[in-house]
């Protein structure tokens, strides 16, 4: 008899023991890493680092994703990014990291987020975060939000490029 596949995480049920907003935010990260993990799974290097005319590659957006969660985890705890991070931003249009590679690397970016989230307090939702040089001010629960809402853009756009590489499209 077939195995009935998984409802996505949204339906999975609420999340035992975390506030409701934590639990939505858990679920939403565990559905970035299910579907960039489908999308990388039969993509070649050659067809994740190519640069369709007009578009960028879905190696790209998988190291974004990845990268991004990972700066944007930091002013979530309250930091502000080293000259590392920084240099980092800069390389996430080029690469010859492999699909296994990227996938690692967003699933650890998504764990260290699941961790910050899972640990933050609601009654600190409110508390000011600040991001970038600006130090422009945000709360750490729309912070938190926003990692996820720009996760699933570049998941998506991933899930999309990856489609159009392996039917040769790009």
Known sequence: MPVEPLPEP??????????????????AAEQICEDSAKALESVTIDQLWAKPQGMTSAGFHAKHLAGSTRRLCTYLIGDQLDSVALRDLASEGEGTESPAELRAAIDTAFARYREIVHALDPADFGSIREIGRKRIQVTAISLAIHIVEHGQRHTGQLVSATKLARVGKI
């Open 10 to 27: 949204w339906l999975r049920g609420i999340v035992p023991n975390v506030h409701p907003v934590t639990g939505h935010l858990l679920r």
